[in-house]
T-cell receptor, first 114, second 113 residues
Framework: ELKVEQNPLFLSMQEGKNYTIYCNYS?????LYWYRQDPGKSLESLFV?????AVKQEGRLMASLDTKARLSTLHITAAVHDLSATYFC??????????????FGKGTKLSVKP | NAGVTQTPKFRVLKTGQSMTLLCAQDMNHEYMYWYRQDPGMGLRLIHY???????AKGEVPDGYNVSRLKKQNFLLGLESAAPSQTSVYFC????????????FGAGTRLSVL
């Protein structure tokens, strides 16, 4: 059974600081996703990581994937208040052809304070 | 540019009542999903569909039924609601292919008293 663990689950940061959210998963997978959820809102796709060593960047967020270690990281650079949200990683448990039934981590609630 | 639309947005039920949640997508996606989100639990897959007329169980299917009679619609039914089904329900859809990114609706907040 695939398990996905995120840490930390809660993160309070000061503006301007850097930090990393970790996502570990228990079995091999071809695809890893990062989503953002604002309070009371839906989920928005941030990144899709498909291969070992993949790195994607968008603004102050950078995601990477190490399939050998079964680890993905979401790095936040010089945090700003607008990044306050809950961040989820999700893993596709099927190799090759996917039916997309993702397994989600519990989420990391990020709060960026001035 | 609707994307994924869920109705209703809010609902309060009494224990034992039934209801149907509707999900509609206008992106011609093959795959559709129903999740529930509970505090501290992330999202858990209830049922999913890989095409019109097909459905499959996810991680937490008990107490729910689904139907996909039309490609654009995916219905989630609760036959006899229980307080344990109080949750926020999200529908998502995705297209076949390498990326298979799921696009989510705005959610339905359901309370069962």
């Amino acid at each position: 059974e695939l398990k996905v663990e995120q840490n930390p689950l809660f993160l309070s940061m000061q503006e301007g600081k850097n930090y990393t959210i970790y996502c570990n998963y228990s079995t091999t997978s071809d695809r890893l996703y990062w989503y953002r959820q604002d309070p009371g809102k839906s989920l928005e796709s941030l990144f899709v990581l498909l291969s070992n060593g993949a790195v994607k960047q968008e603004g102050r967020l950078m995601a990477s994937l190490d399939t050998k270690a079964r680890l993905s990281t979401l790095h936040i650079t010089a945090a700003v208040h607008d990044l306050s949200a809950t961040y989820f990683c999700a893993v596709d448990p099927r190799r090759g052809g996917s039916q997309g039934n993702l397994i989600f981590g519990k989420g990391t609630k990020l709060s960026v304070k001035p | 540019n609707a994307g994924v639309t869920q109705t209703p947005k809010f609902r309060v039920l009494k224990t034992g009542q039934s209801m149907t949640l509707l999900c509609a997508q206008d992106m011609n996606h093959e795959y559709m999903y129903w999740y529930r989100q509970d505090p501290g639990m992330g999202l858990r897959l209830i049922h999913y569909s890989v095409g019109e007329g097909t459905t499959a169980k996810g991680e937490v299917p008990d107490g729910y039924n689904v139907s996909r009679l039309k490609k654009q619609n995916f219905l989630l039914g609760l036959e006899s609601a229980a307080p344990s089904q109080t949750s926020v329900y999200f529908c998502a859809s995705s297209q076949t292919g390498l990326l298979n990114i799921q696009y989510f609706g705005a959610g339905t907040r359901l309370s069962v008293l």
